[in-house]
């Protein structure tokens, strides 16, 4: 079991790795333009798909201690609503179940 310093680490990095794996695909969305999804776009997901439901639980575990990441600059939850754009079902899910 990790201590509660190191969850709200972990936290941190899963949220850093969310928002690196949200910038390396392209989510522009264009009704008129018809799009293929590519295995980027299916890893991508995957990758999301871990790392919410890994940040839903260690907020859970951690409690009120876990406040000051969702207020500082490099906290969790830009990258995390960003996940709410993705254009695979599965990644929007997550999301939408680590933000309740």
């Not at 201590?3 to 008129?32: M, R, V």
Request: hydrophobic residues 50%; aromatic residues 8%; proline residues 4%.
């Amino acid at each position: 079991m990790l201590s509660e310093q190191a969850q709200i680490t972990a936290c941190k990095y899963l949220g850093q790795l969310l928002a690196d794996y949200i910038n390396s695909f392209d989510y522009t969305i264009e009704p008129t333009v018809e799009r293929i999804l590519g295995a980027e776009a299916y890893a991508s997901a995957q990758a999301a798909v871990v790392a919410t439901l890994e940040i839903s639980n260690l907020v859970r575990q951690i409690g009120t201690a876990v406040t000051p990441l969702f207020v500082e600059a490099s906290g969790i939850m830009e990258p995390v609503f960003a996940c709410l754009l993705h254009p695979i079902l599965s990644a929007r899910t997550a999301t939408a179940w680590c933000l309740r």
